[in-house]
Structure formats: C-alpha cells, structure tokens
C-alpha cells in the first residue's frame, strides 16, 4: 500500500540517513502510530443477543450489513482482515483497518495517519 509513495520519497533524499528502509518497522516502532488498528462491534448481550437465538441471527445480519458497507463508509481506513463471531455467547464483528492519509506535504505522501484518515 505504501510501496509507490515510500520510493517517491527515498528517490527524493539526498542524505542517506533520511531515507526509510522499512516502512512497516518504522511504523511499528513508532510513538506516535500504529501499523493497524481493531474495531470489535456487538449488539446486545448474551442475555438479549444470544447468537443461537432469533434476536442473535438479526444482529449477524446488522453486523454483516454494517461490515459490507464499512470500506464505502471509510475510505480512509483500508480493511484487510474482517470476521464475524457467531461461535461465541454474544455475535460480535473483528474489522481489522489501516488508515492512511494521501497528498502530504512533508515526509510521504501516502501514509500511516489515524487522526488525518478520520478527519477527512
């Protein structure tokens, strides 16, 4: 995902100390991101959303709506690992993102940007 814009920016550099070898470490390493992040959404409770119950195949069917429209929604947010629980008290949903922002000025222009992927 970042491939492109981490050789735009290398291609760049003049000193070699600036460039960035491995954008994933850099990320991973950081203070300031993350490499992904873990949305986990449920309906109810195992009281009122037991997943072998009626109400519990209707919150399947919300949380497999909500998933199938969430990368329209959030463009910004790019999924790569999503899965619905139905084999637990309670249905629940694992949507596993990167938010990423493009157009930066300063460093690349595509990057690893929670608060600028939510902002736009």
Do not use: C, W
């Amino acid at each position: 995902m970042f491939d492109e814009a981490l050789k735009r920016y290398n291609d760049k550099q003049t000193r070699a100390d600036r460039k960035i070898e491995n954008y994933y470490e850099k990320i991973r390493n950081s203070k300031q991101e993350k490499p992904f992040h873990e949305l986990i959404l449920q309906i109810g409770d195992k009281e009122n959303m037991n997943a072998e119950s009626e109400n519990g195949q209707l919150a399947r069917q919300i949380l497999d709506e909500y998933y199938r429209e969430f990368q329209e929604r959030n463009p910004q947010l790019k999924v790569f690992s999503a899965h619905l629980h139905m084999d637990e008290a309670t249905p629940h949903l694992h949507i596993d993102f990167v938010p990423f922002t493009t157009g930066s000025k300063r460093g690349l222009d595509t990057r690893v940007s929670l608060k600028q992927a939510l902002a736009r």
